[in-house]
Structures are given as C-alpha cells and as structure tokens.
C-alpha cells in the first residue's frame, strides 16, 4: 500500500524555522495537504494543494514540492505552533493516506 | 457557518454494535464529500473512508473494507459510521470531515471527534 515518510520528531527554537519534510512516490503526480493537531483538537488544514494557504492559517506556514517530496516550512516558529502535523495526499486510485505525523516541539 | 457535530463519546462491550453520526449545518450537505478518519490512542491519522451524501456514492480504505459501514441520510445532513461486532483495537477517536474545495483530497472542516472505548 502507499506510504507517506515524514520524521518523527522536529525540534526548534522559537523565532528560528521548522522544516517538515514528507515523502512520497506518487507526490509528483498528486497534491499535498498538511494539518496541524494540537493535544485534544481536530486537525487544521494548513497547507493545501503542495503549497496554498486557506484564509487564516498565519503567513508563516508556507509548503513546498520537489520531486517526491514536499516540506511544510514554519518561519519564526511561535511557543503556538507546537503540535503535531500531518501530511496527507492520495494514491493512483483515489485512496486517501496520511504521513505517520510529525511532533513539532519548540524548545 | 460550516459545523460539522459528532454525536457523543460511547463506551461498548466487544462483540456490541455501534452507530455513531456526524450532523452538517451552514452548508450544502449533499454537495460535499463526508470523510470519517481514525485515530487509535497516541497515534496517527489513518483515512477510514467517505461518502457523498447526495448520492451516497460511498469509497472504503483497503484496510477497513468489510469491517465498518459508513451511510448518509440527507434527509437529515447526517454522515454515519457503524460496526456490527466490536473489537477492543476498535478503542480510537473517530473523527468525520469534509472534503473541501481546496483540491481533490483535502478536509477542510473537521467535527469535534467521537471517542469510541470498546472494553469488557
């Protein structure tokens, strides 16, 4: 079945940048969606289409794709952008699938 | 305003069955896609399935094919996910969504979650 690879774990500390990275082969092919979880909350859409940002999410939160791969980037990370992110995209067949997640921990 | 509303936490026996829903408002129910996803305790994300209620065009995960059964009745703008015999790995948060129109895959809003215990 279709995979996506993200790291465990990201550390940062505030006001540097975090860069999430998610991995996938069929990436090139199918858009990239990013989510941001904190402790007890549904998912917020912050990325969507590799690189676009809904109304809302701060302009620190861009996306980018190379190849098989796309990051979630997070300029001047704020103690508020600790949480987990997803990355989510779909397979030939329509399948939807989520990276593993990625904990983002500001020290 | 777009709300998606899950009905409440459930607590259940294995070998019990279980219908839990997700009721739509401030928008067109029958136009959007209705996504369920399952989140198993300190885990991650994983895509269960969805439904277009207009419809009822309905698309399974490989992995949770035959195992649960997702439905819609627009009559009411409600999406649902039911088991008929539950399992103790079935203990997740469940949570519905709505594919939005930021591309072919996305969720755009989320309910608040349903928090399934299945334990004897």
């Known amino acids: 079945s279709y995979e996506l690879t993200q790291p465990p774990s990201v550390s940062v500390s505030p006001g540097q940048t975090a860069r999430i990275t998610c991995s996938g082969d069929?990436?090139?092919?199918?858009?990239a969606y990013w989510y941001q979880q904190k402790p007890g909350q549904a998912p917020v859409l912050v990325i969507y289409k590799d690189s676009e940002r809904p109304s809302g999410i701060p302009e620190r939160f861009s996306g980018s794709s190379s190849g098989t791969t796309v990051t979630l980037t997070i300029s001047g990370v704020q103690a508020e952008d600790e949480a987990d992110y997803y990355c989510?995209?779909?397979?030939?067949?329509?399948?939807?699938?989520f990276g593993g997640g990625t904990k983002l921990t500001v020290l | 305003e777009v709300q998606l509303v899950q009905s409440g936490a459930e607590v259940k026996k294995p070998g019990e069955s279980l219908k839990i829903s997700c009721k739509g408002s401030?928008?067109?129910?029958?136009?959007?896609?209705i996504g369920w996803v399952r989140q198993m305790p300190g885990k991650g994300l994983e895509w269960m399935g969805i439904i277009y209620p207009g419809d009822s065009d309905t698309r399974y995960s490989p992995s949770f094919q035959g195992q649960v059964t997702i439905s819609a009745d627009k009559s009411i703008s409600t999406a649902y996910l039911q088991w008929s015999s539950l399992k103790a790995s079935d203990t997740a948060m469940y949570y519905c969504a709505r594919r939005g129109d930021y591309g072919d895959f996305n969720f755009d809003y989320w309910g608040q979650g349903t928090l399934v215990t299945v334990s004897s």
């Open positions: 401030g928008y067109s129910f029958t136009s959007y896609w």
């Open positions: 989510q995209s779909a397979d030939s067949s329509g399948t939807y699938v």
């Open positions: 069929a990436l090139p092919k199918q858009y």
